[in-house]
Nanobody
Framework: QVQLTESGGGLVQAGASLRLSCTLSGFVFTKHLLGWFRQAPGKEREFVAAITWTSGKTWYNESVKGRFTISRDNDKTAIDLQMDRLKPEDTAVYYC????????????????????WGQGTQVTVSS
């Protein structure tokens, strides 16, 4: 059974850093796409970043490019999201997600690409 478990959320001040981690279990890793999404109160779930487990290719939302870094940890079987220079508008529940990506030119920013989700972890950035 496929499972995703997030950790690392919290309350920080603007400009600070946080590192989120998503532990994976029950996966067949070939062609698996791993991503981070976030959802603020009253808003739709929004793509943040994604990475392919095999090639390590990455994608980012323009709003986080240059501040956030997604990576995979083969030893821990996890993906991480390093978030630097956090802003109040980054406040949201962050979700880890997994899906299947037959070709790397396909859209990875839609929630429809992902079929497995974690429970979410809260990130709050105060001004």
């Amino acid at each position: 059974q496929v499972q995703l478990t997030e950790s690392g959320g919290g309350l920080v001040q603007a400009g600070a850093s946080l590192r989120l981690s998503c532990t994976l279990s029950g996966f067949v890793f070939t062609k698996h796409l791993l991503g981070w999404f976030r959802q603020a109160p009253g808003k739709e779930r929004e793509f943040v970043a994604a990475i392919t487990w095999t090639s390590g290719k990455t994608w980012y939302n323009e709003s986080v490019k240059g501040r956030f870094t997604i990576s995979r940890d083969n030893d821990k079987t996890a993906i991480d999201l390093q978030m630097d220079r956090l802003k109040p508008e980054d406040t949201a529940v962050y979700y880890c997600a997994a899906g299947y990506l037959p070709r790397e030119d396909m859209n990875v920013m839609t929630t429809k690409r992902y079929d497995t989700w974690g429970q979410g972890t809260q990130v709050t950035v105060s001004s």
